[in-house]
Every structure is written in C-alpha cells, then in structure tokens.
C-alpha cells in the first residue's frame, strides 16, 4: 500500500520524462529563391465594367476656381476609379494651398464623390465615397489639414447618364466650398 501513495508522482514524473526526451519540432524549411522575375503588375481591374479611368473626373466648383485662379483647364482631372493619379497631384495641391494659405484660408473644403446608375446602390455609395476619401488624403498630402476637409457620397443618386459618354460625368468627385 506504501507503494501506492506514491504512484501519482511517479507517473506525473514518467509522462514529463517522456515529454521531455521527444525531439523538438524542426523549424519550417525555408523556401527556396525564386529565380524567376516576378510577372509585371497589371492595371488594376475596374472597380466595375465600364468603370473606365480615364473618364472619371473631379469638379470644382466655379467659386473655387476663381478664389483659387485656377483655369477651366486645370479644373477637371481624371482619376483612376478610387485612385488618384500622380500628374493630378500639382492641381490638388494649388487647392491645398488656397485653402490653407491663400483666399480661401480658414474656410471648408467639401468633397462629394458619386458615381454612374450601374450596380447596386449600396456599392456605388461606397464607391463615391471612396472616390471622395482619396482626393482628400491627396489633398491632405499636399499640405491642407485635413479638419478642412469634409467627405460625403451620394453614390448614384445624382447621376443622370444613359450611355458610356454620359455614364463618365456621373463618376466624379465634386469639390464646393463649405459653410
């Protein structure tokens, strides 16, 4: 019986030698260099069909323009579905600059993204406020601070077009001058 009460430690003593002496898992195998070059990145895809980037635009409002001195030229520039193009950037940051330190100084940007009638509803909002939320971190980026700033999205809701020329006006970002 002696024997006994000592059974429950002995075979807590066995189970962790046992633990003990098995071999340590090996590390994952590292995996070989690839030799081959990486393949070229592709466009990315459109956000949907007809979704073209190129005929995407951001609108500034008439007031803007002339606090700013910027040319009916300078103020519709395409951009990449929810991306902002790199050769837009020099526009973006005459508006930063108006509205930080020039005409406009002290007052709120409002940016209003839309987008053409095809899809879902709930998609196109997202959508537009994407499109609204990318034009401001590049217009953050270029030095306005970004409590300036105010975002909304009104999706489809506004869009008025019926073929691929007129669907192009209805993907924009909007930008007005706020209260």
Request: glycine share 8%.
């Amino acid at each position: 019986m002696r024997y006994l009460s000592h059974l429950p430690l002995l075979a807590s003593s066995l189970g962790l030698l046992v633990a003990c002496s098995s071999d340590p898992t090996p590390p994952p195998a590292t995996p070989a260099a690839a030799t081959e070059e990486p393949a070229p990145q592709a466009e990315p895809a459109s956000e949907k069909p007809g979704d073209d980037p190129r005929q995407s635009d951001v609108n500034i409002s008439d007031e803007i323009k002339r606090a700013c001195g910027i040319s009916d030229a300078e103020a519709r520039f395409a951009f990449n579905s929810a991306q902002v193009r790199d050769e837009d950037k020099a526009i973006l940051k005459k508006l930063a600059d108006c509205f930080s330190t020039g005409a406009l100084k002290g007052r709120e940007m409002r940016l209003v993204g839309h987008a053409d009638p095809r899809g879902e509803a709930e998609y196109n909002m997202v959508l537009g406020g994407r499109r609204a939320d990318n034009v401001k971190s590049a217009i953050v980026s270029a030095g306005l601070a970004e409590k300036q700033i105010a975002t909304s999205s009104r999706g489809e809701m506004d869009a008025t077009g019926t073929d691929e020329a007129s669907w192009a006006r209805d993907r924009r970002v909007d930008v007005l001058l706020g209260d």
